[in-house]
């Protein structure tokens, strides 16, 4: 069974769009944002992956390795970051902790 390119892309524009209206949508919360970016992250490699499939090429598949490791790395400093901002504010919304400064 042969499935074609368009359906893979389908899936990962709707996968980008999600993720841009969550972060447009809901701005208070810090999680909610790092999961949305980190959703983005993914479509992107996700892409990557189809075009390296559809053209048969392995670098598609390196590029979205790379990605993938500086995304686990970047969510692994944002975490760190947003426990430490925890500790500090006792609360993780943004417009309750901008005011404070």
């Excluded at 992107?44 to 979205?64: H, K």
């Excluded at 400093?77 to 005011?99: D, E």
Aim: hydrophobic letters at 60%; proline letters at 0%; aromatic letters at 16%.
């Amino acid at each position: 069974m042969y499935v074609s390119i368009v359906k893979f892309l389908i899936f990962a524009i709707s996968l980008l769009s999600i993720s841009f209206l969550g972060i447009i949508i809901n701005r208070s919360n810090i999680i909610i944002t790092f999961l949305c970016i980190e959703m983005m992250l993914l479509s992107i490699n996700f892409n990557f992956i189809i075009y390296s499939r559809f053209l048969d090429d392995i670098l598609g598949q390196v590029f979205a390795l790379f990605f993938l490791t500086i995304g686990a790395g970047e969510s692994a400093i944002g975490l760190g970051i947003l426990v430490s901002f925890y500790r500090l504010r006792k609360n993780i919304f943004v417009h309750s902790s901008l005011m404070k400064f």
